[in-house]
Nanobody, 116 residues
Framework: QVQLVESGGGVVQTGGSLKLACAAS????????MGWYRQAPGKQREMVAI????????HYLDSVKGRFAISTDNDKNTVYLQMNSLKPEDTAVYYC?????????WGQGTQVTVSS
């Protein structure tokens, strides 16, 4: 059983910053990857950032490169998404995702709203 609890969403003005956090608990080892996805109204869910634990490689959605950064605190089993220079088009529900033994698990989602 894997539980993911997200926090940090909210409303921010254009150009502002937010930091999302996702704490994992339960049978979460080994973790193959940790990441963040988002889904805006009427759109498909898309990958925002992924960190592959083997090798530490990161991958980002092109539109967030240079603005968003994914990181982890292994002691706390937590993955973060620092979001800077936010734009209205970043408005979406953000979901945490971890891959444990090739099985995906999802958080409940946290709303991020960027006002213009």
């Amino acid at each position: 059983q894997v539980q993911l609890v997200e926090s940090g969403g909210g409303v921010v003005q254009t150009g502002g910053s937010l930091k999302l956090a996702c704490a994992a608990s339960g049978t979460i080892f080994p973790i193959n990857a940790m990441g963040w996805y988002r889904q805006a109204p009427g759109k498909q869910r898309e990958m925002v950032a992924i960190l592959v634990t083997s090798g530490g490689n990161t991958h980002y959605l092109d539109s967030v490169k240079g603005r968003f950064a994914i990181s982890t605190d292994n002691d706390k089993n937590t993955v973060y998404l620092q979001m800077n220079s936010l734009k209205p088009e970043d408005t979406a529900v953000y979901y945490c995702n971890i891959i444990v033994r090739a099985n995906p698990y999802w958080g409940q989602g946290t709303q991020v709203t960027v006002s213009s």
